[in-house]
């Protein structure tokens, strides 16, 4: 068994001009971690997930390069925070995307995958090495339910 037998092959994606307002819908209803970015061909360019959407609303001095390291003294309320994501809700999500992803490839053997999902702690995108074309996502959920419906 290898990855493309786990994946989702129709997983949502979003696109690197889509709005910060569009993922955060996404991410939202659907409760991802991270959603894939690809290009109109499907092209794999990264994700962007909730981490993206922490680094928004925290204050810039905290998430810049050699930033504070302790906010203990900033009193924001959620309708702050609220505002600093609405402020940011037309920019498009490439402001944001990560684009250094550990990915899989379809033939990826079985343990090699579930390896590289337990250190990613989240989804992870099967990409075909030969086009860089997005195939599909693995969640733990998907491996889950794999192992569970197989005969022991």
């Given at each position: 068994m290898t990855a493309i037998?786990?994946m989702d092959?129709?997983p949502t994606v979003?696109?690197?001009?889509d709005?910060?307002s569009?993922?955060?819908q996404?991410?939202m209803?659907?409760?991802?971690?991270?959603?894939?970015?690809?290009?109109?061909?499907?092209?794999?360019?990264?994700v962007?997930?909730?981490?993206c959407l922490l680094?928004?609303?925290?204050?810039?001095?905290?998430?810049?390069e050699?930033?504070?390291?302790?906010?203990?003294f900033?009193?924001?309320?959620?309708?702050?925070?609220?505002?600093?994501?609405?402020?940011m809700?037309?920019?498009p999500i490439?402001?944001c995307?990560?684009?250094?992803v550990?990915i899989v490839?379809?033939?990826?053997?079985?343990?090699e995958?579930l390896?590289?999902?337990?250190?990613?702690?989240?989804?992870i995108?099967v990409v075909?090495?030969?086009?860089?074309?997005?195939?599909?996502?693995?969640?733990y959920w998907?491996?889950g339910e794999k192992?569970?419906s197989?005969?022991g």
């Amino acid at each position: 068994m290898t990855a493309i037998s786990l994946m989702d092959p129709s997983p949502t994606v979003l696109k690197p001009t889509d709005t910060i307002s569009t993922a955060v819908q996404e991410i939202m209803q659907h409760r991802y971690r991270q959603v894939p970015v690809v290009t109109e061909d499907g092209g794999f360019l990264g994700v962007f997930g909730v981490n993206c959407l922490l680094k928004l609303v925290l204050p810039k001095a905290a998430v810049m390069e050699k930033g504070l390291t302790s906010l203990s003294f900033v009193y924001e309320s959620l309708g702050d925070l609220h505002q600093r994501l609405k402020d940011m809700e037309h920019e498009p999500i490439s402001i944001c995307m990560k684009q250094d992803v550990e990915i899989v490839t379809p033939d990826t053997p079985l343990v090699e995958t579930l390896l590289v999902l337990y250190r990613n702690r989240t989804s992870i995108p099967v990409v075909d090495p030969e086009n860089n074309k997005l195939l599909g996502m693995i969640s733990y959920w998907d491996v889950g339910e794999k192992i569970l419906s197989a005969d022991g």
